[in-house]
């Protein structure tokens, strides 16, 4: 073999070892990313919790399709509270102002629109009992500013739904149920401690009243009775206040009463 023959080979050996060797470079640093997302999957199990996973995209929910949702459930709590928990979707739907489309679309039956409702009451309501506490550095204007609140997010929707077919003990309205009790109790005993609120009374008595008083008879439809409602809670507060003007009949009505009723 000639020398020329030599070289050329051995170029062409050379080549291929260089090319080989690109190749093995590039497949390194492409893997350096998939190296760096598993030793940080790593890093995150040790510390007890999941990997990340990768962002699919999922899409959210459209602005008015949410505007359509909300709009249904507070037309749902209006007329829940008018009319009681019978009245027609199709009422709902024109309440609204969406198509009957849409409410079956987001509520599929009466049970999902009216969890929904209860739900959108009782953690509106807690709201409202947080920042009343928040707010006012009396106990008693605390308590009394709640009350107030209250009415206006129309708590007296919850009684008549509670009443009739309703999963009262699915977990969602557990918990709520469990942060707004627990939101007023503490109104309530503030008040009492400081000597500003009477003592034969109980939480009860506040829940009941409140929805009592901000709840026409169903199916009356008063006109403009609401205009009345904090005239007359404001009446009920008056009476809260120490000292008592009066002895009350029976005993004060817990929360565990209310459960059992």
Known sequence: MGTGSVVKGGSAAEAAGSTARAA?????????????????????????????????????????????????????????VEFGPDVALDDVARRAGVGNATLYRNFPDRAALTHEVVLAVTSRTTLRAEEAEAAEADPFAALSRFVHAAADERIGALCPMLSGV????????????????????????????????????????????????????????????????????????????????????????????????
């Open 166 to 261: 309703f999963d009262r003990d699915h977990p969602d309205l557990l918990a709520e149920r469990g942060r707004l009790e627990e939101a007023v109790e503490g109104l309530v005993a503030r008040a009492q401690s400081a000597g500003r609120l009477r003592t034969d009374i109980a939480v009860g008595d506040v829940l009941v009243a409140l929805s009592q008083l901000t709840r026409p008879l169903p199916g009356i439809a008063c006109q403009g009775i609401d205009r009345f409602t904090h005239r007359h809670l404001q009446l009920f507060l008056d009476g809260l206040e120490t000292p008592a003007r009066s002895e009350l009949p029976g005993s004060a009505a817990t929360l565990e009463d209310l459960r059992r009723s």
């Open 24 to 80: 093995a470079g590039t497949a390194a640093k492409d893997a350096e990313p998939a190296k760096a997302a598993a030793r940080a999957d790593s890093a995150v199990r040790a510390k007890g919790a999941a990997p990340t996973a990768p962002c699919r995209g999922t899409p959210r929910p459209r602005a008015d399709a949410l505007r359509n949702r909300e709009r249904i459930i507070a037309a749902a709590r209006e007329l829940f």
